[in-house]
C-alpha cells in the first residue's frame, strides 16, 4: 500500500480556506432567509428550480438532478416530492428506460422561480458583491 503525503495548509492559506467558508455559509443563510421571507421559497427550492428552467425541455434525469445540487438520490428525491406537492415539479418516467425518471418544471414552477429570481439577484449583489460581512 502507498503512502500518501498530506501537506498541511500554512496559516494564510488556514485563513483564507476559514474566510471562504464563513463567507459562503453566510451568503447561503442569508439569501435562504431573504428568499424564505419574501417569497416563501427556501433556497433549496430555488436552486431545484433554477437546474430545471436551464435544462432542455426544462427536464433533468432525477440523478442528474441530484448531481447538480450536490444532493443524493435519495435526497434530491424528497426535495422534489416536496416540488412536486406544490406544483412547481412533476415527474415523468422515460419511454426508452423505465428505470429512468426525470422530473420537470411546471408552468407554475417556472412562475415562482422567475418571481424569485429578483430576489435572490438582488441579495447576492449587496451580499456578495457588496461585501458581505464588511
Not at 501537506?7 to 485563513?15: S, Y
Not at 426508452?96 to 418544471?105: G, I, N, P, S, W
Request: with cysteine; hydrophobic share 40%.
Amino acid at each position: 500500500m502507498q503512502e500518501t503525503t498530506v501537506t498541511l495548509l500554512d496559516a494564510r492559506e488556514l485563513a483564507a480556506w476559514r474566510g471562504f467558508l464563513r463567507v459562503h455559509s453566510g451568503l447561503v443563510r442569508e439569501l435562504n432567509a431573504e428568499l424564505e421571507a419574501t417569497r416563501g421559497l427556501p433556497l433549496a427550492h430555488y436552486e431545484v428550480l433554477f437546474h430545471l428552467e436551464g435544462a432542455p425541455g426544462a427536464k433533468l434525469k432525477m440523478s442528474e438532478l441530484a448531481q447538480s445540487v450536490l444532493l443524493s438520490q435519495s435526497g434530491v428525491t424528497r426535495l422534489v416530492d416536496r416540488l412536486v406537492r406544490l406544483g412547481f415539479v412533476v415527474r415523468e418516467g422515460c419511454s426508452e428506460d423505465r428505470r429512468v425518471m426525470y422530473a420537470r418544471l411546471t408552468d407554475e414552477g417556472r412562475r415562482a422561480f422567475c418571481e424569485a429570481r429578483p430576489t435572490l439577484i438582488e441579495g447576492e449583489t449587496q451580499l456578495y458583491i457588496g461585501g458581505f460581512g464588511n
